[in-house]
């Protein structure tokens, strides 16, 4: 994949481009102090990646000096505070090396220029890094991004990747079609939500082709559901609508409910996304009516605050207020940490600022901190006990809603959530988990 041309970046006044080889970025971004300059030079030989839309590159940052004139250039060098060693800024100024070199560091930028990255974006895609400075508009620098992130407190067996290829290699050694199927469709999931969705989709691609050719209806849902999902984070909206669609149409006629309240709230994400968010906000009030006659707490926190972002994004402050504290009541019933994300976020919509009428609203970055808040179970939240943890897998494990690593009712993997003491089931089948009353809200 190519490195952009600088002007994809939005770059700030204060950063300089230099001019390197084929294939590099090379930038000069003003350092702490006057007369200092940070050259951010892009890894000879690295490549860009890319994953959620979201594009990297590895990058070294060298602090610089510009060198001062004269005399004063003279007595630096002779008290040892100059090596001599002169470089020229893209200004034309000479400057010297300033101190050690940082190495580890990426360049992030949204692959669609018309769609600038956002520090929430950015956090979502990297939850372990850092935001270590912005260039511009359209680019971040990242440290600690090639730090993988726990994805379970403990063993491989909670890594839902890992789990996915353990399984569709058991099923293709044991010549079992059926459980090959879904296997296949587990790993899709999985690579999808590891954020190689790129990957992930000819897995699924041939999911949905061998479930079609088998006339098994519940896997096919669930391929051309998690397809859908892939290609949504692909930015291929269309595709991704078209899968949400046909799943909500098949899933209406089954009377799966649960699939239907999915669809609905997928098909509302893929409208935000595209920002039409009166198109997006129809899709998650179905869906929450949906949740609310399931009794799903989990489900109405999260549409709430997605209803919440489409009436910012329309300039109806009150109503995206009144949907904020909804989510956040709900959340906070449900002792989730992810209540305190959106009740930071949410007093900026009473402050003086003019509402954003048709722009992206500022409740979604609290969002994106969320999601990836809460999809690392080693991020520091408190752990069940090991007893309730057992019970709840022994119950996910014998539900037909379970495939062995996911559970198709609200699309979890279960090694992982079944830590987690603000989660609950879908379908009410959990035990409750056995804490101190003190620690119960």
Known sequence: MAVPDPSHFRLRDSV????GEPGRVILWAPGDADGERVRLASVAGAVVESAHGVQSLLVDATPMRLTPPGWLKALRTRLGFDDGAEWRAPTGEAATVAGEKRKGLRFAWSDDADQPLTEGQAVEAWPAARIDRRLGENLFVVSGADTPSSADPDDDTSDPLKQAVATLQNARRQDDAGAELQSLIDHGAALTRSGNAAAGVPQLEKAVTLAAARQD???LRDARTNLGAAYLDLR???QAVAEFQAVLDDAREAGDRYSEKMMLSQLGTAWSLAMDPAAALRYFEAALRIAESLDDPADQADLWWR???????LGDRPSATEAGERSIALLRRLGSPVAEVYAQRLPTLTDDAAPVARGPSVLRMAMSAATALTRFAGSGFRRVDAETRAARLA????CEQHTGVRCRACGCFTAQKTWLPHERCPLGKWPAEKRPAAERR
């Open 236 to 238: 291929r909206g269309d």
């Open 217 to 219: 209806r519940l896997r």
């Open 307 to 313: 209803a919440a972002v489409c009436h910012d994004e």
């Open 395 to 398: 119950l996910c494990g014998a």
């Open 16 to 19: 300089a481009v230099e001019a």
